[in-house]
Antibody, heavy 120, light 107 residues
Framework: HLQLQESGPGLVKPSETLSLTCTVSGGSISRSDYHWDWIRQSPGKPLEWIGDIYYNGDTYYSQSLKSRVTMSIDTSKGQFSLNVRSVTAADTAVYYC????????????WGPGTPVTVSS | DIQMTQSPSSLSASVGDRVTITCRAS??????LNWYQQKPGKGPKLLIYDTSNLESEVPSRFSGSGSGTDFSLTISSLQREDSATYHCQQGYRTPFTFGQGTTLEIK
């Protein structure tokens, strides 16, 4: 039974870097038939797809965040990570990690989410 | 980006009612429309993919329909455990985008 769990600081100061990790358990992160995604939801707004990473390190980022986002993957630890640079209050959100099948465009497994507040 | 508009934003219904939530895309997305159910404090759960395909173990009272720009999610006989927020998502083109969500309350 695959499970995803986000972890990281709940509070980040403006202009600093937000760093989150997603730990995958009950299944392999090295599977070639899945991508691993980050999605967030700011208060009062729809869910927003940030981007995804493949087991070999290939990434695809949403254009709106591309200049500030980096994703990485550590298959030996079963983890993938998100960094968002130069954060502002607009980056305050609940951040989710999720998985989507390589040939499809839906998210079949999600983590419970972790709230991140950007404030001094 | 493709904009997704859900309606209503919230609704209240009774156990046993038939409930329909709609989702409209700003351009044609063929059948690439997915639905999720989210309960408080949890991540979204995939209910329906590609407009009308029920995810494994999702009760058959849930169904989806539509094509092009207009889609709907129907719960045929509402149960108390269906109290949740429902999100639509287009998978036609990146960036994948979501509707603003519909909060369903059980009277």
């Amino acid at each position: 039974h695959l499970q995803l769990q986000e972890s990281g600081p709940g509070l980040v100061k403006p202009s600093e870097t937000l760093s989150l990790t997603c730990t995958v358990s009950g299944g392999s992160i090295s599977r070639s038939d899945y991508h691993w995604d980050w999605i967030r939801q700011s208060p009062g707004k729809p869910l927003e797809w940030i981007g995804d990473i493949y087991y070999n390190g290939d990434t695809y980022y949403s254009q709106s965040l591309k200049s500030r986002v980096t994703m990485s993957i550590d298959t030996s630890k079963g983890q993938f990570s998100l960094n968002v640079r130069s954060v502002t209050a607009a980056d305050t959100a609940v951040y989710y990690c999720a998985r989507h099948p390589r040939a499809e465009n839906w998210f079949d497994t999600w983590g419970p989410g972790t709230p991140v507040t950007v404030s001094s | 980006d493709i904009q997704m508009t859900q309606s209503p934003s919230s609704l209240s219904a009774s156990v046993g009612d038939r409930v329909t939530i709609t989702c409209r895309a700003s351009q044609s997305i063929s059948s690439s429309l997915n639905w999720y159910q989210q309960k408080p404090g949890k991540g979204p759960k995939l209910l329906i993919y590609d407009t009308s395909n029920l995810e494994s173990e999702v009760p058959s009272r849930f169904s989806g329909s539509g094509s092009g720009t207009d889609f709907s999610l129907t719960i045929s006989s509402l149960q108390r455990e269906d109290s949740a927020t429902y999100h639509c998502q287009q998978g036609y083109r990146t960036p994948f985008t979501f509707g603003q969500g519909t909060t369903l309350e059980i009277k």
